[in-house]
């Protein structure tokens, strides 16, 4: 049974920071690319931020220099480090995990910028 379990959400300040974590089971972790999505209310889910099986990352222009994806295999775990947070990125995140023959998705985990 494949599980992606998200971690690391919750309120913060503007200017503030937060690590989210998704950990991954029951699938060859270190084959997949892994994706960090997120969706704000009344908005579609749009891509943050990727992270190849190879490591090769690529962000979306409005975190560029701001938010950071990494990896370890050895823990099945992507991780996202998100800093100098705004308010715009208020949403739900989410991971994905993400290969040619078929991707899973978690549940979410609420990332809530305000002061």
């Known amino acids: 049974q494949v599980q992606l379990v998200e971690s690391g959400g919750g309120l913060v300040q503007p200017g503030g920071s937060l690590r989210l974590s998704c950990a991954a089971s029951?699938?060859?972790?270190?084959?997949?690319?892994m994706d960090w999505y997120r969706q704000a209310p009344g908005k579609q889910r749009e891509l943050v931020a990727r992270i190849t099986s190879g490591g090769t990352t690529n962000y979306q222009d409005s975190v560029k220099g701001r938010f950071t994806i990494s990896r370890d295999n050895a823990k099945n775990t992507v991780y996202l480090q998100m800093n100098s947070l705004k308010p715009e990125d208020t949403a739900v995140y989410y991971c994905?995990?993400?290969?040619?023959?078929?991707?899973?998705w978690g549940q979410g985990t609420q990332v809530t910028v305000s002061s």
């Open positions: 029951g699938i060859a972790f270190s084959f997949y690319n």
């Open positions: 994905k995990a993400d290969r040619t023959a078929g991707n899973y």
